[in-house]
């Protein structure tokens, strides 16, 4: 089976058509067709001659993932797909999917108004599976399968912007399913093709990847000179909870990845924002809260409250909304800035591995389609 286009860098590709014989912009030409009008053959690329689109379909494919599953909620401002990575059966040898979400919001802040205008975010996975084990993350109890390929990632965001229903999409968080820092180079891959002009052309400021906290690759992706936006998932105030938490944590420390988010700081002018997933009677207690403030105040940083969103996980506790802004609260007065992470999706379970594991066990008709509203 040839290779997907989207596995090769633009410099790959334009090095490739180099050796054709071809001339440079036949490249910028291929990347328009693939990314901004989203076709899936090289015949529909008509203003390249036959002979170089035969040749292109021989040497390359540009197969899109098919759509599995889709589920619509809050009015259709949110919709999660799940995408079929390995051809095979729900539950049979080889079934691999993975999932990607729609926000129309933005999930980070929830002052802004339901579908704010212009704002469409897609959360993508880099990996199926995941084998960090987090305790209260439905694809960390899942395990880890494989890493996705860099067309498997961008993939999931062309889904929603190819074809008729297709719109614009303005962010993308690397926020799904896996350790996108633990698949390094396709990720970055990925990374370079949607902010690229002459890839999907998006912000860079647009592009956040959210770590579990790998302290080497975050140093390294500050070297990269991008733009993107960091997310470090940070979870307790503590080494000791946070290796509870993150039984995969191991020699990393708290004070090591604050010295990375510094880094990162400085080397990309960017804030860094540490996620904090809360978990009743665990790390939600005030006095966690002034804790944790200490050891992040005086950083270019902000800490984004998750409140838990229940999956599989046992004995875990969403804490009421009074606790979280308490803990909110807590941040806030001692100088840190602090927001809550909007709740739209929750039905849907948005935040992680969920859908995917109802396909599995045979939970969830093959395409359930909410009631959109009126949206
Ligand atoms: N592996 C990366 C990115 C994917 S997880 C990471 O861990 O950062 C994206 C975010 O969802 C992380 O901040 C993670 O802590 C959070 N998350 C996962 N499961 C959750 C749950 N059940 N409730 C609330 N937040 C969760
Ligand atoms: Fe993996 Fe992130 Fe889930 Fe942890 S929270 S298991 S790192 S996907």
């Known amino acids: 089976m040839p290779a997907h286009l989207l596995d090769d860098s633009l410099a790959d590709i334009e090095a490739r058509l180099d050796a054709w014989g071809e001339p440079a912009y036949r490249a910028r030409q291929i990347a328009r067709w693939v990314l901004r009008e989203g ?24 197969e899109p993932p098919a759509e599995l599953a889709r589920t619509d909620a809050d009015d259709g401002l949110t919709t999660k797909v799940l995408l079929d990575l390995g051809g095979s059966e729900p ?26 205008r212009g704002r469409s975010t897609v959360c993508v996975s880099t990996q199926a599976g995941c084998a960090m084990g987090c305790v209260f993350c439905a694809t960390g109890q899942q395990g880890f399968t494989r890493n996705l390929t860099t067309s498997e990632i961008l993939a999931q965001v062309l889904h929603f912007t190819r074809g008729a ?30 902010i690229d002009s002459r890839g999907l ?45 993150i039984p995969t944590a191991g020699g990393v420390t708290i ?23 809360l978990l009743e009677g665990v790390n939600d207690e005030p006095e966690q809260a002034r804790r944790l403030a200490e050891r992040v105040r005086g950083m270019r940083a902000h800490v984004n409250l998750i409140p838990y969103n229940p999956t599989a996980g046992e004995g875990l506790r969403r804490p009421s909304t009074a606790r979280v802004r308490a803990f909110q609260r807590e941040l806030q007065a001692a100088g ?16 992680c591995g969920q859908l995917r594991t109802d396909v599995v066990a045979g939970n969830a008709p093959p395409v359930a389609v909410l009631d959109s509203g009126t949206a």
């Not at 539950?91 to 704010?116: K, L, Q």
């Open 336 to 351: 840190v800035n602090a927001t809550v992470r909007i709740e739209r999706g929750v039905e849907i379970a948005a935040a």
């Open 201 to 245: 052309d998006m912000r860079a400021r647009g592009v956040t990847i959210s770590t579990v906290g790998l302290e080497g690759p975050i140093r390294r992706l500050a070297g990269e000179g991008l733009q993107v936006g960091l997310t470090v998932s940070l979870h307790a105030p503590d080494d000791d909870l946070r290796r509870r938490l």
């Open 165 to 194: 229903e297709g719109r614009p999409v303005s962010n993308v968080v690397f926020m799904g399913m896996g350790e996108p820092l633990a698949n390094y180079d396709p990720t970055l891959r990925a990374v370079r093709w949607l």
């Open 91 to 116: 539950g049979a040898p080889g079934f691999d999917a993975v999932e990607a979400v729609r926000m129309d919001y933005d999930p980070e802040s929830p002052e802004h108004a339901p579908g704010t």
């Open 255 to 277: 004070d090591g990845l604050l010295d990375a988010s510094r880094e990162y700081v400085e080397r990309t002018g960017r804030r860094v924002t540490f996620a904090y997933a």
């Open 39 to 62: 076709v899936t053959t090289f015949e529909a690329m008509t203003d390249l001659p036959l002979p170089l689109r035969a040749r292109l379909a021989e040497a390359y494919t540009l």
